[in-house]
């Protein structure tokens, strides 16, 4: 594995089952021949040298050379994600993606690295479609945050935001590592994976 940022664990949220895609869980999917989760771990692992995967389905990521949790909390959301990954993570800094960005490119991961201070709470690209919360850094001081609005049933990424350092990276900066923004392109709904499956092209 990677070991250039030792500083910082990637953590992929990988969660579960789906029901947009008939119970199949989206990692999993192919596109251009390849699972996305395989994709999102090339990356990973020519960055981190720690990678956690998060998933309600621990036994089918064994295959991974990777820390395998669960959420510590059982309400399932993004934010609960995201604290499971800082909660193990044995860095003082997650990168946390989620599980359905096919396309996520090494050189935009390393900008965010880049531009992660030691003060900073979160490290967050923003485009003109807003923050991208799933493809940011989270600082493990953070945690005591997360926890507080996972108790009190606050889920909304922006509040969870409120108390925190938050630095913002700005679309121009952003396309520098990734000109397109590929990165962000995720697969919510099955038009989603058509698009996606016609950009990746055939299988090699």
């Known amino acids: 594995m990677g070991s250039s940022n030792p500083a910082c664990s990637g953590v992929i949220l990988a969660g579960g089952q789906n ?3 008939q119970g199949e869980n989206k990692s999993f999917l192919r596109i251009g021949g390849r699972r996305i989760i395989d994709r999102i771990y090339e990356v990973f692992a020519a960055v981190f040298a720690e990678i956690i995967i998060v998933t309600n389905d621990p036994e089918a990521y064994l295959e991974f050379d990777a820390t395998i ?30 599980c359905d960005i096919p396309f996520l ?25 807003g923050l991208e919360p799933l493809c940011a850094v ?11 609005c996972i108790r009190e049933n606050v889920f909304k990424i922006r509040h969870f935001f409120k108390p925190l350092r938050v630095v913002r990276i700005p679309e121009d900066v952003l396309r520098r590592a990734d000109p397109d923004l590929d990165s ?21």
């Open 69 to 98: 949790v669960s959420d510590v909390f059982s309400t399932r959301s993004s934010l609960t994600g995201i604290h499971s990954g800082l909660f193990y993570a044995a860095n003082p800094f997650i990168f946390a993606a989620a």
């Open 184 to 204: 962000f392109c995720n697969i919510n709904t099955p038009e989603d994976l058509e698009r996606a499956r016609s950009l990746a092209g055939p299988a090699p």
């Open 138 to 148: 989270y600082a493990k001081s953070c945690l005591p945050v997360a926890e507080r």
């Open 105 to 129: 490119q090494e050189p935009l991961v390393r900008l965010i690295l880049e531009r992660t201070e030691a003060n900073a709470g979160v490290v967050i690209p923003e485009t003109e479609v």
């Open 19 to 21: 029901q947009r895609f």
